[in-house]
């Protein structure tokens, strides 16, 4: 802990905490861009899971509207590879070089804006967030979805998604800004469904993921929900231009609906 956190004087004024949520993470890029038309730009970040993809691209300089023709082509099957079962259904390989390819900064520090990525130890069972030295492994790790992909492993240490044990890193900064918007990409949705080992097993980790979210909400300033973010799923891929175009115009209208407020 800084010493400036000790005595009250946090050295961040606005930090922006990205929930995790597969392809419906887009919707972050979509609240980034309303934000920066009012002026609103993070002066630190936390993301996890899909939330740390879009906050390492965001904190390396890409634009909001870059980073969604970026995600706009991609597909599950081309980033990863299926392999022989030994901890995960699924490579990561191919993910792990799409990072280092786009990623200008290599390391933490050569990020223009700080970011705190969090993954879950799988040995230890407990919440770990990265902020220095290698940028791309921790991103890695903090995707690393149990049972579909292989845990990545950083300094003998085997990590899974951060979502697990933390899936709305908004405590991770809390104490080191002035305000907090937390945008939240996943939603608590008891939607229908039918009975097969997927379904039950994606229909519980959504449970365990979103569940552990809600203590991170209350301690938002500004909490962003896209509407209608609970009609997709994690992996549909061919709806990331419309995720995008969701979370911006909602956070939009969010925005003018809390001016109007005031005013009033």
């Known amino acids: 802990m800084e010493l400036a956190t000790v005595f009250n ?6 930090g922006i905490a990205l929930s995790g949520g597969g392809i419906k993470s887009l919707c972050h890029a979509g609240v980034l861009k309303a934000l920066e038309e ?7 970040i936390s993301g996890v899971s899909a939330g740390s993809v879009i906050g390492a691209f965001y904190s390396d300089g890409y634009t909001p509207d870059e980073i969604a023709v ?10 990863t590879k299926i392999h022989i079962p030994d901890g995960g259904f699924f490579q990561t390989d191919v993910f792990q070089d799409f990072l280092m390819r786009k990623l200008r900064a290599k390391t933490f520090e050569e990020l223009a804006i ?7 130890d799988l040995d230890k069972g407990r919440s770990v967030t990265f902020s220095t030295g290698n940028l791309v492994d921790p991103i890695v790790a903090s995707c690393s979805f149990p049972v579909l992909f292989r845990p990545k492993t950083i300094d003998g240490v085997n990590y899974v998604d951060g979502g697990v044990l933390k899936n ?3 405590t991770t900064i809390r104490n080191e800004c002035d305000k907090i918007i937390g945008i939240n990409a996943s939603p608590l949705v008891a939607d229908e469904y039918k009975i097969s080992i997927l379904n039950v097993a994606f229909r519980s980790y959504h449970f365990i993921f979103k569940a552990n979210i809600l203590y991170d909400k209350e301690l938002c300033d500004l909490l962003i929900e896209p509407v209608d973010m609970g009609n997709y799923e994690t992996f549909d891929v061919d709806k990331g231009r419309e995720i995008f175009e969701l979370g ?9 609906n809390k001016l109007n407020e005031k005013i009033v």
Do not use: C, N, W
Request: hydrophobic content about 45%.
């Open 9 to 14: 004087e946090r050295p961040y004024k606005i």
């Open 38 to 44: 009012q002026g609103l730009k993070p002066d630190i």
């Open 70 to 79: 970026l995600f706009e082509d991609i597909s599950f099957r081309h980033m």
């Open 114 to 120: 700080p970011l705190r990525v969090v993954a879950t």
């Open 168 to 170: 709305f890193p908004v």
């Open 248 to 256: 911006y115009l909602s956070t939009r209208q969010l925005l003018a």
